[in-house]
């Protein structure tokens, strides 16, 4: 018993190094891909980023909806009701635009990025690439990881603006609550701070769904089965190392 | 080139394992420059992993392959890189990428490795396409080519460079007869006409004796027999004849090791 944990451990230890070394090394040729790539990026930012604002859009107003309504049935009991724009600036900004909107990337464009790099792998064109001397590191991977990097902080804004167009939506023209007061309590009680908190969040759920979709594509089987079980463990775990990570950085900003 | 000798690549003591499956032992081989050498075989006895080792996609487990005199396991991946940019390689499926078209595909390898205008590269692309017949399909996607049509274009874009070696795995599969001659007298006329190295991997024991200049016949691990394809069809050895007749009964097994057919078919433990 105490062997397999120590064998478990020792394994994710090994897998974590790994990983590691795998970022570090596509960090280390970002530099040079974005001077000389830099049409390959935008065409990533375009099927990460373009592709995914449907779905985020969406699931924004629906978020930012209930929101608004659940909002105005908690404060209204309290006579607050006119701070229920604070209340979904506050959620959105800060928890709901990064951590939805990571969880979403995850769903929508970290399972197409590890889906294609893997089945480029069974298919031997990651192979044809090296054996044309050609990186498919700086090829392939860099730029679908600097792609989804900065789509991601871009799709939570949207997320998050058009979630509090759907909590006004629903506070104000719904439930009567005084635009003027939704709008003031929102400017008054949101910091800067509160703000780079939700910046610094998107960028970092960008880095690790990113990265590890990338991986995931990466280090799959070159077979039908180990393609979509890289396909599964990129949203599982980047839906985990998301929540740890909002967790730490929360902790951190308070 | 570094050593401008007679043989292109020699491999000595070459040792492989996958797992506990041994595939090479003690595998001795050498390659001529300018020639067209075949490396045929039965089933599973390691001809695609020789290729990736000769290109070191893997590495041996013992044993060394020079290429022009340089030992590969010494090169680092920038040396490495400027060895492959002398060779061009047909992969089994052809892989082609799959986002882009069948000229980008045959562009590819001239887009990333010269600064050639754009009416240089649509000028060769085309050209090498209609080596292959496939000039009309330029716009096509990958997706939409047959299986013979997707490895001639792969055939094209593994020639654009002009490189130095050619290697094709199994480039005889899934072509019609047609597509077969014309392939078959055009790996003949670029050895000659512009002195490649090419090394072929097949099955195809009646288009490797019109086009190989030497063959060698891999079993069991090791070199079973070498020669001329001539010299191969006479030869006495069980194995080799019959591989190159195509005989059922033989040293070579048609069935993997399994226990014994009866007993497992009446449900008795045979371990």
């Known amino acids: ?254 | 080139m570094g050593d401008s000798g007679k043989q292109l690549i020699e491999i000595s003591d070459l040792d492989y394992s996958r797992g506990h499956l041994q595939i090479f032992k003690g595998l001795n081989l050498s390659i001529e420059r300018s020639k067209i050498t075949a490396i045929m075989g039965p089933s599973g006895t390691g001809k695609t992993t020789l290729l990736q080792l000769i290109t070191r996609q893997l590495r041996p487990d013992a044993g060394t392959i020079l290429i022009d005199g340089i030992d590969i396991a010494t090169l680092n991946l920038k040396g490495l890189y400027k060895l492959r940019c002398r060779f061009g390689m047909l992969f089994q499926n052809g892989a082609l990428l799959t986002d882009i078209n069948v000229f980008e595909n045959v562009a590819f390898p001239l887009r990333e490795h010269t600064r050639l205008p754009n009416r240089l590269i649509q000028h060769i692309v085309l050209t090498k396409l209609h080596a292959v017949g496939l000039r009309g399909a330029a716009d096509l996607m990958p997706s939409q080519l047959s299986g013979g049509m997707a490895r001639r274009v792969a055939l094209a874009r593994a020639m654009v460079m002009d490189p130095e070696i050619l290697i094709y795995d199994e480039p005889f599969v899934g072509l019609d007869p047609i597509s077969m001659g014309v392939i078959v007298r055009l790996v003949r006329k670029m050895n000659d006409a512009l002195g490649i190295s090419s090394i072929l991997v097949s099955h195809d024991v009646q288009e490797i004796s019109t086009v190989a200049d030497c063959t060698y016949l891999i079993s069991d691990g090791k070199v079973a027999a070498s020669g001329s394809p001539d010299e191969l069809q006479n030869t006495s050895s069980a194995v080799v004849r019959q591989f190159m007749h195509g005989m059922a009964d033989g040293p070579v097994a048609f069935h993997y090791a399994a226990p014994n057919y009866a007993e497992q078919l009446l449900g008795r433990d045979t371990e």
């Open chain 1, 1 to 254: 018993m105490l062997r397999e944990i120590w064998y478990t451990l020792a394994d994710f230890a090994r897998t974590f190094g790994a990983l590691s070394l795998f970022f570090v090394r596509l960090v280390a040729s970002t530099p040079q891909i974005v001077a000389t790539r830099g049409g390959l990026i935008i065409k990533q930012v375009y099927n990460t980023g373009a592709l995914s604002l449907v779905i985020i859009m969406v699931c924004g107003l629906f978020v930012g909806g209930v929101l608004g309504l659940q909002g105005y049935s908690s404060l209204s009991k309290f006579n607050a009701e006119d701070s229920v724009g604070a209340f979904a600036a506050f959620s959105l900004l800060k928890e709901l635009g990064p951590v939805i909107t990571a969880l979403l990337f995850a769903g929508r464009a970290g399972t197409a990025l590890a889906s294609e790099i893997g089945l480029m792998k069974a298919t031997d064109q990651l192979s044809a690439m090296e054996m044309m001397a050609v990186n498919p590191v700086s090829r392939v991977l860099v730029p679908r990881f600097v792609g989804g990097v900065i789509s991601m902080p871009m799709l939570a804004a949207v997320f998050s603006v058009i979630g509090l167009f759907g909590a006004h939506l629903v506070a104000v023209d719904l439930m009567g609550v005084d635009p003027g007061a939704f709008w003031q309590q929102m400017r008054t009680s949101l910091e800067p701070s509160d703000i780079s908190e939700g910046i610094f969040k998107t960028v970092a759920f960008g880095v690790v769904a990113s990265v590890l979709a990338v991986w995931e594509g990466y280090n799959s089987m070159p077979t039908a089965e180990g393609v979509s079980r890289a396909t599964t463990r990129t949203v599982v775990i980047t839906a985990i190392a998301v929540l740890i990570l909002d967790f730490m950085i929360t902790a951190v900003f308070l």
